[in-house]
């Protein structure tokens, strides 16, 4: 077993780890839950952080598929969806994952010179990238056991975030201040 | 010589209070968390800081505009 | 709301431009009494004259309560329409928002073909393919207005649309963002500001936005001419204006004066006081009080009130007696615009809401010379941190009665009341104090 395609599998499952964890600091962004240590520019910041950590486990994922050369998939097959023979399925989620992902953190990068309702738009696709990375492991995967362990544990907490986002009011019906706000007022 | 300031939006403002926690020297939040800012010119690496607090508005809601200077 | 009666006219002040004869919805007595609306091109007695111009000359200042020159608004709107390539639009604000006025109610009686006309005027002078005409829902204001711009649509006199928009009853929603908004898309709530409405209004375009007062005395301007306009009334703000006048005097009502008439004749305009005065409020709810020793005397002018404070407003003056308790008042009405707010903005929607309850607990002897401080300090924080000067209005409104009052202030301390006066003065209008919410829904629509 070449240590390409086992790096492969690893990066593969943290980048899955990490982009839950971003979509969970994203709904805790937006909600503005946060704690006496870890305020609410922590959480945001954190999530832009690990957002870009992702990418860089992604980068070692993809490249070390491509270049193990076990199964045959390109360079263009990396960015182009449905255009494997091998697994075309659960592949191409992989690549639509990746796109996605793309496309949300340039826009956030460019976040100040583009309208914000495309911001937002694309940002939304964010559940969508990361449910097609979900299924991509699961159908991907080789190791079965593992695969499913951290797909049920990602699924589970992003429902949790995602239901407690929907029922919990939002942070402007909240007219008390923030924890931090001590240092704030100094 | 120019600097910058800082203007919020004051409808998309949601309270969150990111901006005071990044740029304590300019940003306090009233009781509701809401922010007070000094509207005085900011000038060389207060701007870097002031970039960053604005970066990091959950709603997008500050920005930085360059003013000439008194 | 107080029964206000439109006041029978002075000879003693000259000439009543607006309020002279009560035309009413009718638009053949309207042309026999005022004359035909003179179109562009047109001269007025032989001198051709741009109307903006015309308007800049006369120094006409809005009557909606800003007191901003009219002519350098329509400028500014011309300027906008060429830089940004995009027809404007005209919007007649006659939504008279203020509880304790009713001065374009009465305006609109007597005269409602005047604000149409001096509309047309405007629109014709700026490029504006169509005029919308805003008042509230359900009043007598809206279905005058109704009527008349369709009696102008048949006797096809205009060449241009004016459309007549009911807007809903909320207090900001007469504000000139919020208005702009509504007309535009529906939805009458305040906007972020800048850019300001001549540039960017109804749809992002440029919109000349004004009271309907101002768009009647921009019909006579056209008919009479600057100087004539100037003829009358302070030179800094010439002309005369519309003052909704209630409280302790003899005939509350809508009285047509020149400005700078000072508050001493305004009052005996009115039928004079009944009993003894001891402050005013000027301006409206979003005004401020007055004590009637230091302000008896002043011109009704931006600059003529301030030494007391004063502001003139949207014309709003009323007479507080002496044995009104204006700590109640004030607390009546804080609690009324607190629930006015949009909900937008923080410092607005929980800022007056605190106010209301310091000024509840203040009226009602509840309180501690603590809680007071607190709730000056917190009047000095809210204003100018929201996207609106609404609650900019309140707080002047409730600290200008904290200092005038300041005696019954240290009187509710010590839990002693001088007021006597057991019905409510300054009206509210009826219904559920609205609680504001962070998602404004179908109530703004």
């Known amino acids: 077993m ?43 910041l954190v999530h832009r952080n690990v957002s870009l950590l992702s990418v860089v486990f992604l980068v070692v994922h993809i490249a070390t598929t491509v270049i193990d050369g076990y199964v045959p998939i390109s360079w263009v097959d990396v960015f182009i969806p449905g255009q494997t023979s091998y697994q075309t399925l659960w592949v191409g989620l992989g690549t639509v994952a990746l796109d996605l992902l793309i496309a949300v953190i340039i826009t956030s990068l460019l ?25 991509h492991s699961l159908g991907v995967g080789t190791d079965k056991t593992l695969t499913r362990l951290v797909a049920i544990t990602m699924v589970t907490t992003v429902a949790l975030a995602f239901v407690a986002r929907f029922f919990t009011p939002d942070r402007s019906d909240d007219p008390g201040v923030t924890l931090v706000q ?3 007022r100094r | ?55 990091a508005c959950p709603r997008l809601a500050l920005s930085l505009i360059k003013v000439a200077a008194r | 709301m107080s029964a206000l009666r439109e006041a029978a006219p002075s000879p003693a002040l000259g000439e009543l431009r607006l309020l002279g004869e009560k035309v009413g919805v009718d638009l053949t007595r309207h042309v026999a009494v005022h004359e035909t609306n003179p179109t562009r091109g047109r001269s007025r007695r032989g001198h051709a004259s741009d109307l903006v111009t015309e308007i800049e000359d006369a120094g006409l200042t809005g009557r909606g309560g800003g007191w901003f020159p009219t002519g350098r608004k329509m400028r500014a709107v011309v300027g906008a329409v060429k830089h940004n390539r995009k027809d404007p639009f005209v919007v007649v604000n006659a939504m008279e928002g203020e509880p304790a006025a009713s001065k374009d109610a009465t305006l609109v009686q007597y005269n409602p073909h005047l604000v149409l006309d001096g509309a047309v005027l405007a629109a014709e002078a700026i490029g504006a393919k169509s005029i919308t005409v805003v008042a509230h829902r359900g009043g007598r204001t809206h279905t005058a207005l109704a009527r008349a711009a369709a009696q102008r649509a048949s006797a096809g006199i205009d060449g241009i649309d004016i459309s007549v928009l009911d807007a809903p009853g909320r207090y900001v929603a007469s504000e000139e963002s919020a208005l702009a908004h509504f007309v535009g898309d529906g939805i009458a709530l305040p906007v972020t500001v800048p850019p300001r409405v001549f ?29 004539w306009f100037r003829g009358v009334g302070d030179p800094s703000a010439p002309g005369t204006l519309l003052v909704s006048v209630s409280g302790a005097v003899g005939s509350p009502g809508v009285i047509e004066v020149p400005t700078g008439t000072t508050i001493r004749t ?68 804080a609690r009324w615009m607190a629930g006015e707010s949009a909900g937008q903005c923080g410092p607005c929607r929980f800022g007056l809401a605190s106010v209301a309850e310091g000024l509840e607990h203040l009226a009602t002897r509840r309180t501690s010379s ?19 000067r609404h609650p900019d209005g309140v707080v002047r409104f409730a600290a200008t009665a904290l200092t005038v009052h300041e005696s019954e202030v240290v009187a509710h301390l010590s839990g002693r009341c001088t007021g006597t006066r057991r019905t409510a003065l300054l009206p509210i209008p009826s219904g559920v104090t609205a609680i504001p919410v962070s998602r404004p829904g179908e109530e703004w629509r």
């Open chain 1, 182 to 184: 001590t240092q704030a």
């Open chain 3, 266 to 333: 305004i009052l005996g305009l009115a039928g004079g006081t009944t009993g003894s005065v001891h402050s005013f409020v000027t301006g409206g709810y979003g005004g401020s009080w007055v004590a009637a020793s230091e302000a008896i005397d002043l011109p009704w002018t931006v600059e003529g009130l301030r030494p007391a404070g004063g502001v003139p407003g949207a014309g709003v003056l009323v007479a507080v007696p002496t044995d009104t308790c204006a700590l109640v008042e004030t607390a009546r009405v």
């Open chain 1, 2 to 44: 070449s240590v390409f395609w086992l790096a492969t599998r690893a990066t593969g499952e943290i980048a899955l780890v990490l982009l839950t964890i971003v979509t969970v600091l994203g709904i805790a962004t937006t909600k503005g839950w946060a704690h006496e240590r870890w305020p609410e520019s922590v959480v945001t």
């Open chain 3, 199 to 227: 540039e960017s209004g109804v749809r992002r375009r440029p919109t000349l936005l004004s009271n309907a007062e101002t768009f009647a005395h921009i019909a006579l301007i056209a008919r009479h001419g600057s100087q």
């Open chain 2, 1 to 55: 010589m120019s600097g910058k300031v800082i203007t919020v939006d004051r409808i998309k403002c949601d309270g969150f209070g990111t901006c005071a926690q990044l740029l304590p020297e300019r940003v306090h939040l009233d009781e509701w968390g809401y922010p007070i800012i000094d509207p005085t010119v900011m000038h060389g690496d207060e701007g870097k800081h002031a970039k960053r607090a604005v970066a």
């Open chain 1, 111 to 135: 976040r100040h010179r583009m309208p914000q309702r495309a911001w937002k738009l694309i940002h939304w696709t964010a559940y969508a990238l990361w449910a097609s990375a979900i299924v």
């Open chain 3, 370 to 388: 603590a809680e007071v401080r607190l709730l000056e300090q917190r009047l000095g924080i809210i204003p100018g941190r929201g996207a609106c």
